[in-house]
C-alpha cells in the first residue's frame, strides 16, 4: 500500500487528472520512483508497455489499460474493459484556469504572513518548487530563536516577498502558497 | 469409413461440436462463409468446403438449400445445425431426411410444434403443465378483455397473438386503463402484424426464468439433467446462466423436472432439449416453451453433471439408446457461465466491430472456456456478437461466484469493449449474489456507472497522466529525449525490479 509521500521539488511533474464528474487525481510522476496519487505513493507495478496499452499490477490484480482517444488534454482510457475519460491540466495550467479559486481554496490563508518581527535567515524552497504541508518554507530570526515557518497546505510556492537578511515587521506577507489540496 | 459430420454453424459452438465429432470418431467438416473466412472454427475442422456466399443475400448457416446440397455432394452423413439459424428449422430438418442426411435434433414434427406457441402450449396443458392463466385465445373486445382480466387478476398484459420482440404488448395494472391500453395495443399490432387479436394473460411483475435440460432417445427414453437460472436478460437474451438455481427448493425442482420429463415422453421427444418455466415470487412456476436445440447455456449443465449433452445429441441421432439413467445423473458443486459479447456495457450495449488485438482467457482446472475468436480475429457485423462464453465452477454458489470473480479479472481484450465488466458487476451484485434477481433486473437496478470501481479509476487517471506527461515534458523540455527517457525511468526500474 502507499506510504505518506513527500512531494519532490519539479512542479512540473505534477499533473491533475479530472472526470466529467469533478473527481480529481492528483499525480507526481516523480523520474526514479513510484507514482504518487492523491499524496500518497502508491506501489504500482508497470509491467508491460507498447503502442497505447498499459499493464499495470497493484493490489495483487491487473490492471490492463488501452488508450482510446485522445483529443487536446482530453483523454480516454479502458481499465480492465470500462472506459474512463479524463482532462488533464499540468499543474501550471491548473493553476491558471483559476480551477483552484473556484473552490475557494485559494484565500489569504495561504499567503503566509509573519508571525513576529524578526529577520530572514533562510529561504530554503524557490518560486514555483512543491512544497508539502508542514514543510518548512524558510526561518526567521526572533528574540534569538530561530522559527520555521512552514507550509499551511499541499502546493506550489508563489511569489517570495522577502529575501535572506531581510528584516520583517509582524504581519508582513513573505510568500504566496498556491494550494493544491483538492 | 468413419461417419462424416457436417456443422451448419460457426464460432465456439462449431469447435465444440467438433470436439464431440473427433470424441465419437466422426469426421468433422464445417462451412467456410467468405463473411469471415479466417475464421478459428475452420483451424479445427477435419475437411472444410469453401461456402461462397458474397453473392447471396443469405449467410451460408441460413440457405437451408445450399447446406444440404452442399452436404450431399461432400458424402454427408449428419447435419449438427448447433443454435441459431436453423437449429429449430422444421423445413430445414425435413429436407435433410428427405435428402438421407442424419439431422442432429429431434424430427421436423416435434421442431415445427414447439416452435408455435399455441400448439406448445396445448400439448403442454395435455401433459399437465401449468400455464401462466390467460385468456383462452384472442379477446374479441374491450369488455372481454375486462371479463379475462378480472378473473385472471392484475395486473394483466395484453400481447399480441401474432406478436414479438414486445410490440403491441401492454401491461394493464388498473380496469380503469384497459380501454386506452387495449387500443394501443391493438392499433400497434395491427401495424406490425396485420393482425390486432390479442390476448390476456396475467402478468408477473419478477419473474424468474428456469431451465430444465432433457435428454431423450429414439426409443422413448428421457431424462432431465437439472435445470439452469437464466434470470440475467436484457431484451430477452441472456447475458450470465447459473445452474443449479438457488431460487427453487428441492421439492418444487422435483416436480418441475418430473413435468419436463413427462412432457417430452407425452410428445415423443428425442434428443437434446429444453423446457422453460416462469417462476412467479410466490414460487408458482408455469411452462413457457420447449427450446430443440443445444443451448448457449448447456456447459453449465455439463460442468454439474459431468454429462456431455453434445456427445448424447450426437450419439441419439445415430440411433443409440440412452443407456444414461434418471439415478446416474447427480448434481455437484455450482456453474456460472458469463457470456462475452463485444457489446458495450457503459453505451446501451451497442455492438462493437473490428479487430481484437489481445485476448487472454483465465486459465484453471475449475474454468472452461469456449472461444470462437482468437489475437487478431475479426469481429463482422453480420453474424451475433457472442464472442466467447466463460464458464466457472465453484462447490458453493459463494465459491462459484468468487472463482467466476477471478476469473474475470484474468480476462482482458485489446480492442473491443465487451460485457465482461457487465458480469463482475452482476456478480458482486447484492440481488445477485441472494438469488433475488428477476428477468428486471437490467431494467430496475443496472445503471452503467456500476462497471465503474474506484481502483479501476485510479488507474486510469495515472495511464491518463502518463500518456499526456510523456508529450508535456517532451514540450517542455529543450532536450526532448533525454526527457521522455527520464520519465521512463520509473517503467525501467519496474521491469528490472520484477
Same mark, same amino acid.
Given at each position: 500500500?502507499?506510504?505518506?509521500?513527500?512531494?519532490?521539488?519539479?512542479?512540473?511533474?505534477?499533473?491533475?487528472?479530472?472526470?466529467?464528474?469533478?473527481?480529481?487525481?492528483?499525480?507526481?510522476?516523480?523520474?526514479?520512483?513510484?507514482?504518487?496519487?492523491?499524496?500518497?505513493?502508491?506501489?504500482?507495478?508497470?509491467?508491460?508497455?507498447?503502442?497505447?496499452?498499459?499493464?499495470?499490477?497493484?493490489?495483487?490484480?491487473?490492471?490492463?489499460?488501452?488508450?482510446?482517444?485522445?483529443?487536446?488534454?482530453?483523454?480516454?482510457?479502458?481499465?480492465?474493459?470500462?472506459?474512463?475519460?479524463?482532462?488533464?491540466?499540468?499543474?501550471?495550467?491548473?493553476?491558471?484556469?483559476?480551477?483552484?479559486?473556484?473552490?475557494?481554496?485559494?484565500?489569504?490563508?495561504?499567503?503566509?504572513?509573519?508571525?513576529?518581527?524578526?529577520?530572514?535567515?533562510?529561504?530554503?524552497?524557490?518560486?514555483?518548487?512543491?512544497?508539502?504541508?508542514?514543510?518548512?518554507?524558510?526561518?526567521?530570526?526572533?528574540?534569538?530563536?530561530?522559527?520555521?515557518?512552514?507550509?499551511?497546505?499541499?502546493?506550489?510556492?508563489?511569489?517570495?516577498?522577502?529575501?535572506?537578511?531581510?528584516?520583517?515587521?509582524?504581519?508582513?506577507?513573505?510568500?504566496?502558497?498556491?494550494?493544491?489540496?483538492? | 469409413?468413419?461417419?462424416?459430420?457436417?456443422?451448419?454453424?460457426?464460432?465456439?459452438?462449431?469447435?465444440?461440436?467438433?470436439?464431440?465429432?473427433?470424441?465419437?470418431?466422426?469426421?468433422?467438416?464445417?462451412?467456410?462463409?467468405?463473411?469471415?473466412?479466417?475464421?478459428?472454427?475452420?483451424?479445427?475442422?477435419?475437411?472444410?468446403?469453401?461456402?461462397?456466399?458474397?453473392?447471396?443475400?443469405?449467410?451460408?448457416?441460413?440457405?437451408?438449400?445450399?447446406?444440404?446440397?452442399?452436404?450431399?455432394?461432400?458424402?454427408?452423413?449428419?447435419?449438427?445445425?448447433?443454435?441459431?439459424?436453423?437449429?429449430?428449422?422444421?423445413?430445414?430438418?425435413?429436407?435433410?431426411?428427405?435428402?438421407?442426411?442424419?439431422?442432429?435434433?429431434?424430427?421436423?414434427?416435434?421442431?415445427?410444434?414447439?416452435?408455435?406457441?399455441?400448439?406448445?402450449?396445448?400439448?403442454?396443458?395435455?401433459?399437465?403443465?401449468?400455464?401462466?392463466?390467460?385468456?383462452?385465445?384472442?379477446?374479441?373486445?374491450?369488455?372481454?378483455?375486462?371479463?379475462?382480466?378480472?378473473?385472471?387478476?392484475?395486473?394483466?398484459?395484453?400481447?399480441?397473438?401474432?406478436?414479438?420482440?414486445?410490440?403491441?404488448?401492454?401491461?394493464?395494472?388498473?380496469?380503469?386503463?384497459?380501454?386506452?391500453?387495449?387500443?394501443?395495443?391493438?392499433?400497434?399490432?395491427?401495424?406490425?402484424?396485420?393482425?390486432?387479436?390479442?390476448?390476456?394473460?396475467?402478468?408477473?411483475?419478477?419473474?424468474?426464468?428456469?431451465?430444465?435440460?432433457?435428454?431423450?432417445?429414439?426409443?422413448?427414453?428421457?431424462?432431465?439433467?437439472?435445470?439452469?437460472?437464466?434470470?440475467?436478460?436484457?431484451?430477452?437474451?441472456?447475458?450470465?446462466?447459473?445452474?443449479?438455481?438457488?431460487?427453487?427448493?428441492?421439492?418444487?425442482?422435483?416436480?418441475?423436472?418430473?413435468?419436463?420429463?413427462?412432457?417430452?415422453?407425452?410428445?415423443?421427444?428425442?434428443?437434446?432439449?429444453?423446457?422453460?418455466?416462469?417462476?412467479?415470487?410466490?414460487?408458482?412456476?408455469?411452462?413457457?416453451?420447449? *427450446? %430443440?436445440? =443445444?443451448?448457449? +447455456?448447456?456447459? @453449465?449443465?455439463?460442468?454439474?453433471?459431468?454429462?456431455?449433452?453434445? #456427445?448424447?445429441? &450426437?450419439?441419439?441421432?445415430?440411433?443409440?439408446?440412452?443407456?444414461?439413467?434418471?439415478?446416474?445423473?447427480?448434481?455437484?458443486?455450482?456453474?456460472?457461465?458469463?457470456?462475452?459479447?463485444?457489446?458495450?456495457?457503459?453505451?446501451?450495449?451497442?455492438?462493437?466491430?473490428?479487430?481484437?488485438?489481445?485476448?487472454?482467457?483465465?486459465? *484453471? %482446472?475449475? =474454468?472452461?472456456? +469456449?472461444?470462437? @475468436?482468437?489475437?487478431?480475429?475479426?469481429?463482422?457485423?453480420?453474424? #451475433?456478437?457472442? &464472442?466467447?462464453?466463460?464458464?466457472?465452477?465453484?462447490?458453493?454458489?459463494?465459491?462459484?461466484?468468487?472463482?467466476?470473480?477471478?476469473?474475470?479479472?484474468?480476462?482482458?481484450?485489446?480492442?473491443?469493449?465487451?460485457?465482461?465488466?457487465?458480469?463482475?458487476?452482476?456478480?458482486?451484485?447484492?440481488?445477485?449474489?441472494?438469488?433475488?434477481? %428477476?428477468?428486471?433486473?437490467?431494467?430496475?437496478?443496472?445503471?452503467?456507472?456500476?462497471?465503474?470501481?474506484?481502483?479501476?479509476?485510479?488507474?486510469?487517471?495515472?495511464?491518463?497522466?502518463?500518456?499526456?506527461?510523456?508529450?508535456?515534458?517532451?514540450?517542455?523540455?529543450?532536450?526532448?529525449?533525454?526527457?521522455?527517457?527520464?520519465?521512463?525511468?520509473?517503467?525501467?526500474?519496474?521491469?528490472?525490479?520484477?
Amino acid at each position: 500500500m502507499g506510504t505518506s509521500y513527500i512531494y519532490k521539488r519539479d512542479a512540473s511533474r505534477l499533473f491533475i487528472a479530472m472526470r466529467e464528474n469533478g473527481k480529481r487525481f492528483k499525480i507526481y510522476l516523480p523520474k526514479e520512483s513510484m507514482p504518487v496519487i492523491d499524496n500518497m505513493e502508491q506501489d504500482i507495478n508497470f509491467i508491460e508497455q507498447s503502442d497505447f496499452q498499459y499493464l499495470f499490477e497493484w493490489k495483487g490484480k491487473r490492471y490492463n489499460c488501452e488508450l482510446v482517444s485522445r483529443d487536446q488534454n482530453k483523454t480516454t482510457v479502458k481499465v480492465n474493459g470500462v472506459e474512463y475519460k479524463f482532462s488533464l491540466e499540468s499543474l501550471f495550467s491548473y493553476v491558471r484556469h483559476g480551477m483552484i479559486d473556484k473552490d475557494g481554496k485559494q484565500t489569504d490563508e495561504n499567503n503566509i504572513k509573519s508571525p513576529m518581527p524578526g529577520k530572514i535567515v533562510d529561504i530554503f524552497l524557490a518560486e514555483g518548487d512543491l512544497v508539502n504541508v508542514g514543510e518548512p518554507i524558510l526561518s526567521l530570526e526572533a528574540m534569538k530563536m530561530q522559527n520555521e515557518i512552514t507550509a499551511p497546505c499541499n502546493g506550489v510556492i508563489g511569489k517570495i516577498h522577502v529575501s535572506t537578511g531581510q528584516s520583517v515587521m509582524k504581519d508582513d506577507l513573505l510568500v504566496e502558497v498556491t494550494s493544491i489540496d483538492v | 469409413m468413419n461417419k462424416r459430420l457436417l456443422i451448419a454453424n460457426r464460432s465456439e459452438i462449431a469447435i465444440r461440436i467438433i470436439r464431440s465429432a473427433h470424441k465419437l470418431g466422426l469426421t468433422a467438416v464445417v462451412l467456410q462463409s467468405d463473411k469471415e473466412p479466417d475464421a478459428l472454427y475452420l483451424q479445427y475442422a477435419d475437411e472444410i468446403i469453401q461456402a461462397k456466399d458474397a453473392t447471396n443475400d443469405k449467410p451460408i448457416f441460413l440457405d437451408a438449400e445450399r447446406i444440404v446440397q452442399i452436404a450431399l455432394d461432400h458424402q454427408i452423413d449428419l447435419i449438427h445445425p448447433g443454435y441459431g439459424f436453423l437449429s429449430e428449422n422444421p423445413d430445414f430438418a425435413a429436407l435433410c431426411e428427405k435428402s438421407g442426411i442424419n439431422f442432429v435434433g429431434p424430427s421436423p414434427d416435434l421442431i415445427r410444434n414447439m416452435g408455435i406457441k399455441t400448439i406448445a402450449k396445448k400439448m403442454a396443458i395435455e401433459a399437465g403443465l401449468p400455464l401462466v392463466p390467460g385468456s383462452d385465445g384472442a379477446v374479441a373486445d374491450v369488455q372481454k378483455a375486462l371479463d379475462s382480466a378480472k378473473k385472471i387478476g392484475y395486473p394483466v398484459l395484453l400481447k399480441a397473438s401474432a406478436g414479438g420482440g414486445g410490440r403491441g404488448m401492454r401491461i394493464v395494472e388498473k380496469p380503469e386503463t384497459m380501454e386506452r391500453n387495449f387500443k394501443s395495443a391493438f392499433d400497434e399490432a395491427t401495424a406490425a402484424f396485420g393482425n390486432g387479436d390479442l390476448f390476456v394473460e396475467k402478468y408477473l411483475e419478477n419473474p424468474k426464468h428456469i431451465e430444465f435440460q432433457i435428454l431423450g432417445d429414439k426409443f422413448g427414453n428421457v431424462i432431465q439433467l437439472g435445470e439452469r437460472e437464466c434470470s440475467l436478460q436484457r431484451k430477452h437474451q441472456k447475458l450470465l446462466e447459473e445452474a443449479p438455481s438457488a431460487s427453487i427448493s428441492p421439492k418444487t425442482r422435483k416436480k418441475m423436472g418430473k413435468m419436463a420429463v413427462k412432457f417430452a415422453k407425452s410428445i415423443g421427444y428425442f434428443s437434446a432439449g429444453t423446457i422453460e418455466y416462469i417462476l412467479d415470487e410466490d414460487g408458482t412456476f408455469y411452462f413457457m416453451e420447449m *427450446n %430443440t436445440r =443445444i443451448q448457449v +447455456e448447456h456447459p @453449465v449443465t455439463e460442468m454439474v453433471t459431468g454429462v456431455d449433452l453434445v #456427445d448424447w445429441q &450426437i450419439k441419439i441421432a445415430l440411433g443409440q439408446k440412452l443407456t444414461l439413467t434418471q439415478a446416474k445423473v447427480k448434481t455437484t458443486g455450482w456453474a456460472i457461465e458469463c457470456r462475452v459479447n463485444t457489446e458495450d456495457p457503459q453505451n446501451r450495449f451497442s455492438p462493437q466491430t473490428g479487430f481484437i488485438e489481445k485476448i487472454r482467457f483465465p486459465q *484453471n %482446472t475449475n =474454468i472452461r472456456i +469456449e472461444t470462437g @475468436v482468437q489475437n487478431g480475429s475479426v469481429v463482422t457485423p453480420y453474424f #451475433d456478437s457472442m &464472442i466467447a462464453k466463460i464458464i466457472v465452477q465453484g462447490s458453493t454458489r459463494q465459491e462459484a461466484i468468487d472463482n467466476t470473480l477471478e476469473a474475470l479479472e484474468d480476462f482482458s481484450l485489446i480492442g473491443l469493449k465487451t460485457t465482461v465488466p457487465f458480469c463482475r458487476t452482476v456478480l458482486q451484485d447484492p440481488e445477485f449474489v441472494s438469488a433475488r434477481y %428477476t428477468t428486471r433486473w437490467v431494467t430496475q437496478f443496472f445503471n452503467p456507472n456500476m462497471l465503474e470501481n474506484e481502483d479501476d479509476e485510479l488507474i486510469g487517471a495515472l495511464a491518463a497522466t502518463i500518456i499526456y506527461a510523456a508529450e508535456y515534458l517532451q514540450i517542455a523540455s529543450d532536450a526532448p529525449a533525454s526527457r521522455n527517457e527520464s520519465l521512463n525511468v520509473w517503467v525501467l526500474n519496474k521491469r528490472i525490479n520484477k
